[in-house]
């Protein structure tokens, strides 16, 4: 990577400014972890007012595929969309 934040694309074929994903991504999936840590520690709870919380508790484990795939996002070319991977050293 140059001093300008620039990095080649191979599809491309030249130096190219990355789309950064949000690093808070990183925490967010952290947070949820934590929430799930809370949901089973609550469980009996869940489970005895099952008609409200248990949807509730499905839709919060649904969450779990799109926060992790934002969290596992790498950068990415701004003119073509490659997905741009760190130099070898």
């Known amino acids: 990577m140059s ?3 620039e990095v ?8 190219v ?10 925490w967010v999936k952290r947070a949820w972890y934590g ?3 809370v949901l089973g520690l609550l469980l009996p709870v869940v489970l005895s ?6 949807p509730l508790a499905m839709f ?8 992790h795939m934002l969290a ?3 950068h990415s070319c701004s003119d073509c969309g490659a ?6 050293k």
């Open 8 to 15: 080649y694309c191979a599809r491309c074929g030249h130096d």
């Open 83 to 88: 997905e741009l991977r760190p130099a070898a």
């Open 3 to 5: 001093n300008r934040g």
């Open 72 to 74: 596992a996002e790498r």
């Open 49 to 54: 007012e099952i008609t409200l919380l248990l």
């Open 35 to 37: 929430g799930l840590v």
């Open 17 to 26: 400014e990355p789309v950064r994903p949000w690093r808070g991504f990183v």
């Open 60 to 67: 919060y484990a649904l969450a779990a595929g799109p926060i």
